[in-house]
T-cell receptor, first 113, second 117 residues
Framework: NAGVTQTPKFQVLKTGQSMTLQCAQD?????MSWYRQDPGMGLRLIHY???????DQGEVPNGYNVSRSTTEDFPLRLLSAAPSQTSVYFC????????????FGSGTRLTVV | AQTVTQSQPEMSVQEAETVTLSCTYD???????LFWYKQPPSRQMILVIR??????QNATENRFSVNFQKAAKSFSLKISDSQLGDTAMYFC??????????????FGSGTRLQVQP
C-alpha cells in the first residue's frame, strides 16, 4: 500500500515554464487537496476535490489549475511559473464520512528561477 | 472563514520533560475537527492526534494529549516524557465537519520544537 505518491520530489523551473506536479493515491479516498508550504506561513490550500470530476479553489489558487478525472489522480498544473511559486507542495487525501485526518504525500520542492 | 493561530514560533524542552504547544482558532461552526500534525526534518507530514469538537473528552495518543477548550476556542498539545525524535515542526489544523461544506484543512503557522539531550 503506497499511500499518497507525489512526483517529482525536486524540480527547478525557469520563469514562464509550465509543468505538472503529479499526485496519486491508492486508498480509494474521495477527498484530495493540494497545499503549498512557505516559511513562517504554515500550509495553505491551493485547490481541493471531493470526488472525480469535482474541484474547487482554496486560499491561493492563482497560477494553478487542477483536474480530477479519476479517483486516484489529482495533478496540479503550473501554467506559467513565477518566482513567487517557489515553495514546497504537498498533496493529501482522506476518505469521506469519518472525520479522519488527511494522509500526506512526501512533498515536491519547487524552485523557480 | 476559519483561522488558526499558533503564537509560539519556537520552543525548546529537555529530554524526558513535558512541553505544551498552544493553538487557538476562530470559527462560527459548531461541528468540526482539530488536528495536530508533526513535520520532522524529513518533511513528511505525520498525524499526531485528532479531536472531534462534539466530544468533550480530550484525546490522548500515548505520550501526546490535548487540552480542548471549545468555548475558549483553544486546542493545546501536551507532549510528556519528551524524546529526541519529537524534534519537529508542529502544526495545528482545523477541518469543518462533513455537513458544513469545505472539507480541507486550515493550518496554523507552526511551532518549531527542539528537544535538548
Amino acid at each position: 500500500n503506497a499511500g499518497v505518491t507525489q512526483t517529482p520530489k525536486f524540480q527547478v523551473l525557469k520563469t514562464g515554464q509550465s509543468m505538472t506536479l503529479q499526485c496519486a493515491q491508492d486508498m480509494n479516498h474521495e477527498y484530495m487537496s493540494w497545499y503549498r508550504q512557505d516559511p513562517g506561513m504554515g500550509l495553505r490550500l491551493i485547490h481541493y476535490s471531493v470526488g472525480a470530476g469535482i474541484t474547487d479553489q482554496g486560499e491561493v489558487p492563482n497560477g494553478y489549475n487542477v483536474s480530477r478525472s479519476t479517483t486516484e489522480d489529482f495533478p496540479l498544473r503550473l501554467l506559467s511559473a513565477a518566482p513567487s511559486q517557489t515553495s514546497v507542495y504537498f498533496c493529501a487525501s482522506r476518505p469521506t464520512g469519518t472525520g479522519t485526518g488527511y494522509t500526506f504525500g512526501s512533498g515536491t520542492r519547487l524552485t523557480v528561477v | 472563514a476559519q483561522t488558526v493561530t499558533q503564537s509560539q514560533p519556537e520552543m525548546s524542552v529537555q529530554e524526558a520533560e513535558t512541553v505544551t504547544l498552544s493553538c487557538t482558532y476562530d470559527t462560527s461552526e459548531n461541528n468540526y475537527y482539530l488536528f495536530w500534525y508533526k513535520q520532522p526534518p524529513s518533511r513528511q507530514m505525520i498525524l499526531v492526534i485528532r479531536q472531534e469538537a462534539y466530544k468533550q473528552q480530550n484525546a490522548t495518543e500515548n505520550r501526546f494529549s490535548v487540552n480542548f477548550q471549545k468555548a475558549a476556542k483553544s486546542f493545546s498539545l501536551k507532549i510528556s516524557d519528551s524524546q529526541l525524535g519529537d524534534t519537529a515542526m508542529y502544526f495545528c489544523a482545523f477541518m469543518k465537519h462533513e455537513s458544513e461544506g469545505r472539507r480541507a484543512l486550515t493550518f496554523g503557522s507552526g511551532t518549531r520544537l527542539q528537544v535538548q539531550p
